[in-house]
Every structure is written in structure tokens, then in C-alpha cells.
């Protein structure tokens, strides 16, 4: 049985396909002759479909590009124009920044749920992940299967019926409690008659997409559109080349064959033995040598309670640093010399001089500049897995996190609760425990494809308060998640009352603290109305 479904197209279709994808039958593919404001959409639409991107592009796109043109191109052969006019630059100028020059969209299909996470870790490339709050997980692929990563290794092994049967009954529960959810929802928050039906309905699909996120397992596959630089590329298949998770592996050969179709100069380091081997040897033996040394020094001490979030460090003169900072911009002054001048002045002309600098924010959007990034925080977070793979990927900022295991518990859903569904919705948590418990001793880099996203993991993040504005602002906006509000919420107060800067947090004024039923209704009433207006 292969590792990936594929698709199948007429062939006017994958005459069409042949013009602008690298492959028609793999996973990983990148998009070549559009233009970037039409690849820039597709990867828009992308994260909101429950379609591949090929049959994304061909139902909803092809009718309205010009593509007389491209008649005679055949990008899935290889771009060997490409490559020669790349090696002519690459090696003329001999430089890494020219790297930074090429730029490639690559779709990156039925990616684990721990796979997506690896996929965007860097902070210099651009992603949209297909989201688990617009789509629903219980229709079947092509081949008949449920939406999951199936490792071979585990597959081959004793456990492998054990891990199929297991994970097609947690995704039979998801799919079994989304209409009985969708109908609690129906009767608990009647239509407004000022809404239209299919506002409503998009609402109500929300909630219940958000209530049992939590019982789909990490292995749950998504799409990932990425764009990126030669050089982010480089680094991303070197960190993917080292990791312990197979699927990385494995899928970094994928991505390299690809992206070799486009920008292959820029990638020629990565698979040489003294060059990106060295690289990827260093980082594996790194890792290796720190999970001993962790194990060595932490193994037989237990977590100690801990609420949600904790802030970890702070600067207690950040306020007096921030004023300074905003001004030293608009002086002539070493920024010592003004900082001096800062503490002489009362409190109120300190939040005078912040007020000022923020100015008149009409929306979230509007952000001061980077004077705010002078002080940072850290933030120790014990949250669910859905959540943490919301707020990871906001990448201008600092997080690590631990592997995914159970050992934390799970957050049960106040609406799962209230709907009378606890006990099939704890069946599901504790048959995705027990199969992580028996993956554990014999495959642990893959026992967390077992675990549902309802179980907690703990992570650090660290930000300076320029990105704890947009962060805490974006994520606690009313359409967001009730789990990633409540740790947002909770950087915020801390940030007011634990650290005690309360100009800072009155500078984020657009966090909202506030609660709702159908989150999603007030988003998609705005959306209708612009579809309307058009």
C-alpha cells in the first residue's frame, strides 16, 4: 500500500497541471509560472479547503487565468533553464546572501500533524496550515483511508493493526459526535433571523469543529503551503535531515527533489557528505547528546503543579527602558545619557512619552515601531496541543517545546461536557494514551502520533513586547480559539499585574478578555458582507 494517496485527473487536467506543478502524483510539489499574486491566493484558499491544491487550482482558479502562453511548458520535466542561469550567478558571486534572492512556493500535502510543526519552525519563510477549525476530519481520502500519517516502520511492526484499528476509532468518534454536536449547538444558540443560513451554519460548523478538535491525533495529516528563500530551504531540509521523527526525514528528500525542479544551485550543499552532511551529522549528535544529558539529570523528578501559564522572567526597569528606547530615535544622545534623563521623569510623563509613541491605534493593525522590542518576557505554557499548534506559529518570537506525550492530561471542553458526551469523549482520550504508552518503548519519536490534540504540552515562548502586541491582540480576538484566548488573556494580565507594566499592557488595547458563543458569527457575518459588496 503506498505512504501518500494521490490524486487522479483527467488528462485535459493534467494537461493543465503539467504547466504549472513539478509533479502530479507526490505530496510535495512547487508552483511555477502563475503569478505570485495568484500562487499568494491559492495558499490563502488553501488553509480554509478541505481540497488538495491541484484540485483547489483546477475547480476554482483555471477559469480565470490566461494561460494561451504556457501551452508548450511542461514544468514537471525540470527547469533546466533555470539551473544554468542560476549556477552562473551562484557561482560568480559566491555568496550565501544570493541565496536569499530565489524564491519558491511549495505545497506540502498529508503532513503529520508532529510533521507540520518541523515545517514551520523557521522564522524566514511564509506558511498557511490547512486549520482543523474550518475543516472537517471525517471524510475519507481517495484510497478509502482517514486523513492520518501511517509510518512504515510501525505499520511492519507488531503494533501496526493495533495503530491503525486505534487511530480509525478515534477519527470514527470524531466523526460520529460532529452532527451531535452540531445539533446541541443549533438548539443552544438559535439563528439571529437577521443572519442568513449559511452564516449561521458556517458558525455552528465552527464550534463543533473547535469542541472535538481535540479527539483527532497528532498524526492527522494537513497541507502546508510554504514560501521561502534558497537559504531558508537550505536550513529547513538540514534541520529535517537530523530530526528523530522518520516522516522528516523522509519528507526532506521529498521537498530537496522538488525543490531542485526550481532552485537547484542554491541547494547543492545540503545532501554533500563535507558540507550539509557535517551540517546534519552536527545536529543530530547534538540533540542526541542532550536528550542523555536531560535524561541523566532529570529522569527520576516529576513536574511540579503549575497553572497555565507562568511568566518566567521580566525586567523590572522595562518601563524606564522602553521610554528611552522610543526616544533615543528622535535625539542625538547615547542611549545611556537618555535613559539617565528618563528617570527623572514622574510616572505619568513616562506613559505621556509611551501614549505618544503607540498614537492613535484605530485597529490591531496599527503597530508601534520598534522601540517596544527593547524588553522581552518568557512564558512557560502548559496548554493543549491544538492550541500550541496555533501560537507556534507565530515566528518572531522565541519557543521550544517538549515532545508530545499524556503524562499532562487532557482539556475537555466545557461544551462536550454540557452536551452529555464526556464519556465517549474520555473513551477517545484514553485509547489514544494507551496506544501512545505501548508506541513509547519500541518507537519513541513516533508514540506521539498517537496522542490527541486535547492532551496538554508544555512550552516556553519569549517575545519582546512589540511581538507580545500582535500576538496577544491577534489571538485573543473573538473569532480565535477559546484554549489559545485563555493563554493570551493570561500573558496579558500577567504582563499588567506580575510584572507590574501596566503602560505596556494598556498599550495592547485591543486584547479583548471578553467571552462568546459562537465565536466565529461576527467574522462571518463581515465576510458575507464583503462578498455582498463586491
Same mark, same amino acid.
Given at each position: 500500500?503506498?505512504?501518500?494517496a494521490?490524486?487522479?485527473f ?6 493543465i497541471?503539467?504547466?504549472?506543478v513539478?509533479?502530479? #502524483?507526490?505530496p !510535495? ?5 502563475? =503569478?505570485e499574486? !495568484?500562487?499568494g ?5 488553501y488553509?480554509?479547503?478541505p ?21 508548450s ?8 533553464r @533555470?539551473?544554468?542561469?542560476? +549556477?552562473?550567478?551562484?557561482l560568480?558571486?559566491?555568496?550565501d ?6 524564491? !519558491?512556493?511549495?505545497?506540502?500535502e498529508? %503532513? ?18 490547512q ?17 492520518y ?7 511492519e511492526?507488531h ?7 486505534d487511530?480509525?476509532? $478515534? *477519527? ?7 452532527p451531535?454536536?452540531?445539533?446541541w449547538? &443549533? ?8 443572519d ?5 451554519r ?8 473547535d ?8 498524526? @492527522?495529516?494537513s ?12 536550513a ?11 516522516? %522528516? ?9 522538488e525543490?531542485?525542479?526550481v532552485?537547484?544551485?542554491f ?11 557535517a ?11 542532550? #536528550?542523555d544529558l ?8 516529576a513536574?511540579? =503543579?503549575?497553572?497555565?501559564v507562568? $511568566?518566567?522572567?521580566? +525586567?523590572?526597569d522595562?518601563e ?20 539617565r ?5 514622574s ?20 503597530r508601534?515601531?520598534?522601540? /517596544? ?9 502548559l496548554s493543549d ?6 501560537l ?10 517538549q515532545d508530545?506525550g ?5 482539556v475537555?471542553?466545557e ?9 465517549? *469523549? ?12 505501548a508506541?513509547?518503548?519500541? *518507537?519513541?519519536?513516533?508514540a506521539?502520533y ?25 489571538r ?10 485563555r ?8 504582563i499588567?499585574?506580575?510584572a507590574?507594566?501596566k503602560?505596556?499592557?494598556e498599550?495592547?488595547? *485591543? !486584547?479583548?478578555h471578553? &467571552?462568546?458563543?459562537?465565536?466565529? /458569527?461576527?467574522?462571518?457575518?463581515k ?8
Amino acid at each position: 500500500m503506498s505512504l501518500y494517496a494521490a490524486e487522479e485527473f483527467t488528462a485535459e487536467e493534467e494537461l493543465i497541471l503539467r504547466r504549472y506543478v513539478t509533479n502530479l #502524483d507526490l505530496p !510535495v510539489f512547487a508552483l511555477v509560472n502563475l =503569478p505570485e499574486v !495568484v500562487k499568494g491566493a491559492l495558499f490563502a484558499r488553501y488553509s480554509r479547503s478541505p481540497k488538495s491544491l491541484r484540485r483547489l487550482f483546477l475547480d476554482e482558479f483555471v477559469g480565470d487565468l490566461d494561460m494561451a502562453g504556457d501551452a508548450s511548458i511542461d514544468a514537471t520535466v525540470g527547469l533546466k533553464r @533555470a539551473e544554468d542561469l542560476y +549556477d552562473r550567478v551562484f557561482l560568480e558571486y559566491g555568496d550565501d546572501s544570493v541565496a536569499q534572492l530565489g524564491g !519558491v512556493h511549495l505545497a506540502c500535502e498529508q %503532513a503529520s500533524n508532529l510533521l507540520t510543526k518541523v515545517l514551520e519552525w523557521g522564522r524566514l519563510m511564509a506558511y498557511l496550515e490547512q486549520s482543523t477549525r474550518y475543516i472537517a476530519y471525517d471524510n475519507r481520502l481517495s484510497n478509502g483511508r482517514y486523513r492520518y500519517y501511517r509510518d512504515p516502520a510501525v505499520l511492519e511492526s507488531h503494533l501496526g493493526a493495533r495503530y491503525v484499528g486505534d487511530l480509525d476509532r $478515534l *477519527f470514527d468518534t470524531y466523526a460520529e459526535l460532529l452532527p451531535l454536536m452540531q445539533a446541541w449547538f &443549533t438548539e443552544r444558540y438559535p439563528k439571529d433571523p437577521a443572519d442568513s443560513d449559511f452564516v449561521y451554519r458556517q458558525s455552528i460548523k465552527a464550534k463543533a469543529f473547535d469542541s472535538l478538535r481535540g479527539i483527532l491525533p497528532a498524526a @492527522a495529516t494537513s497541507n502546508v503551503g510554504i514560501y521561502g528563500t534558497g537559504q531558508a530551504y537550505e536550513a529547513l531540509l538540514l534541520r529535517m535531515r537530523a530530526h528523530p521523527l522518520p516522516e %522528516a526525514r523522509a519528507y526532506a528528500e521529498l521537498m530537496l527533489t522538488e525543490l531542485r525542479k526550481v532552485i537547484p544551485s542554491f541547494l547543492k550543499r545540503v545532501d554533500l557528505p563535507d558540507r550539509g552532511g557535517a551540517w546534519s551529522a552536527y545536529l543530530e549528535k547534538n540533540h542526541s547528546v542532550m #536528550d542523555d544529558l536531560a535524561d541523566a539529570l532529570f529522569a527520576h523528578e516529576a513536574p511540579e =503543579p503549575r497553572p497555565m501559564v507562568t $511568566l518566567l522572567d521580566y +525586567d523590572p526597569d522595562a518601563e524606564d527602558k522602553l521610554v528611552a528606547s522610543m526616544l533615543y530615535a528622535h535625539t542625538a544622545l547615547p542611549e545611556d545619557q537618555v535613559l539617565r534623563r528618563v528617570k527623572q521623569l514622574s510616572t505619568e510623563e513616562k506613559r505621556s512619552v509611551m501614549l505618544a509613541y503607540a498614537g492613535e491605534r484605530t485597529n490591531r493593525r496599527h503597530r508601534p515601531a520598534r522601540g /517596544l522590542e527593547r524588553t522581552a518576557y518568557r512564558f512557560d505554557v502548559l496548554s493543549d496541543y491544538g492550541a500550541f499548534r496555533d501560537l507556534q506559529r507565530h515566528r518572531m518570537l522565541t519557543i521550544e517545546w517538549q515532545d508530545l506525550g499524556c503524562r499532562h492530561g487532557y482539556v475537555l471542553p466545557e461544551a462536550v461536557e454540557e452536551a452529555g458526551l464526556y464519556e465517549r *469523549f474520555d473513551e477517545a482520550m484514553q485509547r489514544s494514551a494507551d496506544l501512545h504508552d505501548a508506541l513509547a518503548p519500541v *518507537f519513541p519519536a513516533q508514540a506521539g502520533y498517537a496522542v490527541a490534540l486535547a492532551y496538554r504540552v508544555r512550552y516556553v515562548m519569549q517575545m519582546n513586547a512589540r511581538e507580545a502586541m500582535h500576538m496577544l491582540e491577534l489571538r485573543t480576538g473573538p473569532q480565535g480559539h477559546p484554549e489559545y484566548r485563555r493563554v493570551c488573556q493570561e500573558m496579558h494580565r500577567l504582563i499588567a499585574d506580575q510584572a507590574g507594566h501596566k503602560v505596556v499592557a494598556e498599550l495592547m488595547h *485591543f !486584547v479583548d478578555h471578553g &467571552t462568546y458563543d459562537l465565536e466565529r /458569527l461576527e467574522s462571518e457575518r463581515k465576510a458575507e458582507a464583503r462578498r455582498t459588496a463586491q
